[in-house]
Nanobody, 115 residues
Framework: QVQLVESGGGLVQPGGSLRLSCAAS????????MRWYRQAPGKQRELVAG???????NYGDSVKGRFTISRDNAKNTVYLQMNSLKPEDTAVYYC?????????WGQGTQVTVSS
């Protein structure tokens, strides 16, 4: 079994920063793409950012220039550095990893941007 454990969410004021982490554990042979999604109340889950096994990153239009995705392959961990946060970034953030044993979701971590 593969488990993804997220951390780093919380309450932050507009303009602030947070760093999310998602670590994979279990019987992992290879991890390919790593992604972050988010889901706000009443809205569909959307792709925030993704990073390939070679380190190529892509971002949703709403977060370009503010968020940075990175990965540490030795630790089977993906990060999301979120800067210049806005109230509309408020959502539950989920990581997703595509591995040699299939695709897995994290449990989600709440990010709330409010003054």
């Amino acid at each position: 079994q593969v488990q993804l454990v997220e951390s780093g969410g919380g309450l932050v004021q507009p303009g602030g920063s947070l760093r999310l982490s998602c670590a994979a554990s279990g019987s992992i042979f290879s991890i390919y793409d790593m992604r972050w999604y988010r889901q706000a109340p009443g809205k569909q889950r959307e792709l925030v950012a993704g990073i390939s096994s070679g380190g190529i990153a892509n971002y949703g239009d709403s977060v370009k220039g503010r968020f940075t995705i990175s990965r540490d392959n030795a630790k089977n961990t993906v990060y999301l550095q979120m800067n210049s946060l806005k109230p509309e970034d408020t959502a539950v953030y989920y990581c997703r990893m595509y591995t040699s044993k299939g695709a897995y979701w994290g449990q989600g971590t709440q990010v709330t941007v409010s003054s």
